[in-house]
């Protein structure tokens, strides 16, 4: 009976095989793309069969195998032609760099580069091959990846292939902009707001008609409150009806702000309001079966009186949602506010009634599980650990990010990470 180590030798010989077959495919797609390639693939192959022919007619007897040397010596040069063709670009050492922070599979088999394609804006993206490892353990190793391989990750994406990974990167070279001054701008589109920039300069977006609901997290200094203020802005002048729910008196919304929300800053106020929302998905529910849409998008497109998208956002949720050392009454009436809440983040996605909850502390007092499943775009500054960072985002990659003030990391509903620089919001949008 073969050994565990014997077992491990002969996965680690039949990946390799695998892999050179797949540079040798890649190698034949990239030498195929161009008609100029493809006629001279063609006229060599010809040529040498003629060759081949010509020697042989020379040696009457052994003529089979001097027409199969030919043609066997023809394949391997091709072969050798291809490989050379897909060939990355320091692939040598970015296998050394995986190895050394430990990025294998159960059999020590490290994830081998079989892609390399430059894109605009000098992006850049790598196609490994691997076996045994999920998308999930690739956005855990990020910050692992970024550091062996002095690079900065766009995005972490599968590939058309189930044992191939997509990785998107700027080279370390590029850096994070300090400061993003927002010039003011909106997306045209319905419901898209912007964030900030990425490490390759694109605007990172959020499209709320697709992503509903947020959950936002950052400690105190991080920008947390900046982002929400950006976000304010940019929903008022979509036209939105935005409730802002604050238990310190709206002090991070200037009147220019508030002057277009209902402020909310106490329990009793906040019942209404959610009370409101559930009465509005109702009227909405009832206008939609009536004009035969889905969902507000649709019903705007054929109403003559189109309804605005209905945003409440829940500012330091930790102070209305931790029960923790209240009386039983307050306890009551914490549980009916989640209640509400989670009834709203379930069934409100069509009718246009969104929720963006706030919150400085990454724990399950804060935001309860029930409430957090239905929040469905995650954004997070620095988190202080990875337990922390799994709280809000389902793995350790917010515990990677620097501690930098606007620098955010966001999983929507695609499942892919983006870490963005903010937009800073001015003072004259402020006033």
Known sequence: MSTIGEKKNAL??????????????????????????????????????????????????????????????????????????????????????????????YAYEVPLPIQYTKRENNICELVFFERGLTLTDWQDWRGKLETALDIVILDILPSDRPSEIRIQYVPGTAAYPEICEWDGSCSQEDFVLQLGLDAAGRTVTIDLTKSPHMLICGATGLGKSKLAQLLVAQMLRKGAHLIIADWKEGLDYPSSLRQGCTLVTDEDSFLQQLEYMHSLMDERSK?????????????????????????????????????????????????????LLTNLGRKSRSYGLHLIICTQRA????????????????ISAHAADDQSSIVIMGDGSAADLPSVKGRFIMRDLSGSNTVFQAFLIGDQYLR
Not at 12 to 35: C, H, I, S
Not at 368 to 376: F, R
């Open 363 to 378: 724990d399950t007092l804060s935001i309860p599980g029930s409430l957090k499943a239905q929040l469905d775009c995650r």
């Open 287 to 339: 206008l939609f079966l009536t004009a035969g849409v889905a969902n507000i998008s649709e019903y705007n497109k054929v109403s003559s009186s189109p309804l605005p998208r209905c945003i409440l956002l829940v500012d330091e949720a930790s102070i209305i949602l931790d029960a923790t050392g209240r009386s039983k009454a307050e306890k009551d009436t914490i549980a009916k506010i989640l209640n």
């Open 12 to 105: 680690r010989a039949r990946t390799m095989q695998r892999y050179y077959l797949q540079l040798v495919k890649n190698g034949f797609a990239a030498l195929w793309v161009d008609w100029r390639t493809r006629a001279l693939l063609v006229l060599a192959t010809f040529s040498t069969f003629m060759l081949g022919l010509f020697i042989s007619a020379q040696h009457t007897i052994l003529w089979p195998l001097y027409l199969f040397d030919c043609l066997a010596g023809y394949t391997l040069l091709l072969c050798a032609a291809f490989i050379l063709t897909s060939r990355i670009p320091n692939a040598s050492r970015i296998i050394d760099n995986l190895l050394r922070i430990g990025i294998v599979n």
